[in-house]
């Protein structure tokens, strides 16, 4: 059972380099979400989509961008790394909004 | 004020100890609430959701006081795989769809 598969695990970045985090799922669910975790801190939304083709801005948006060109990809896009974009990232699924979300492994990034 | 609010602990116990967390929320038409756990350095599992009438499962139960707007959970007999960090989360309807806001965590540390 793959469930939720994030690459990569680990990354550092220098400032102003971009970089795509990949996120795939294998249950066929509709609703994609990516979150970003910071140290003593809870999960904040960057990003959702809740169907191939549709995606929508969450609580931090600012500097990343997503697609869902299918129903199992949904990557994320950082175009020009700042230093405050070092964090854990999570992608999630589920099969509807406020149904159980499933999260892959997380990607640490650092920005340095 | 935060959507989801949470006592980030740490809470330290014994082994054997009950051990309840609390959690508030802002948004009085937030519908649906859950429990995940999440493990130190891992991604985020739904522990149980959050109905109504409260729920129980094993060791574990939550509930929902939507008059004062808290949820809780209540852990017996508590074990030593039971440390982690647990996250109240509560559905927010954003426009015309639905996404989970987390709060903070708190932290639990069961001790021998």
């Known amino acids: 059972n793959a469930g939720v598969t994030q690459t990569p695990k680990f990354r550092i970045l220098k400032i102003g380099q971009s970089m795509t985090l990949q996120c795939t799922q294998d249950?066929?669910?509709?609703?994609m979400y990516w979150y970003r975790q910071d140290p003593g801190m809870g999960l904040k939304l960057i990003y959702y989509?809740?169907?191939?083709?549709?995606?929508d801005k969450g609580e931090v948006p600012n500097g990343y961008n997503v697609s869902r060109s299918t129903t199992e990809d949904f990557p994320l896009r950082l175009e020009l790394a700042a230093p405050s974009q070092t964090s854990v990232y999570f992608c999630?699924?589920?099969?509807?909004?406020?149904?159980?979300?499933?999260f892959g492994q997380g990607t640490r990034l650092t920005v340095v | 004020r935060k959507e989801v609010e949470q006592d980030p602990g740490p809470f330290n116990v014994p082994e054997g100890a009950t051990v309840a967390f609390n959690c508030t929320y802002s948004?009085?038409?937030?519908?649906?609430f859950f429990w995940y756990r999440q493990d130190c350095r891992k991604e985020p599992k739904l522990l149980m959701s959050?109905?109504?009438s409260g729920n129980e499962d094993g060791r574990f139960t939550a509930q929902l006081n939507r008059a004062s707007q808290y949820i809780s959970l209540l852990i017996r007999d508590s074990k030593l795989s039971d440390s982690a960090t647990y996250l109240c989360?509560?559905?927010?309807?954003?426009?015309?769809?639905?996404?989970?806001?987390f709060g903070k965590g708190t932290k639990l540390s069961v001790k021998p």
């Open positions: 999630a699924s589920s099969s509807q909004g406020g149904t159980e979300a499933f």
């Open positions: 948004n009085s038409a937030s519908q649906s």
């Open positions: 989360v509560g559905l927010n309807y954003g426009g015309s769809q639905g996404n989970l806001i």
């Open positions: 249950m066929n669910h509709n609703y």
């Open positions: 989509s809740v169907g191939a083709g549709i995606t």
């Open positions: 959050v109905y109504s």
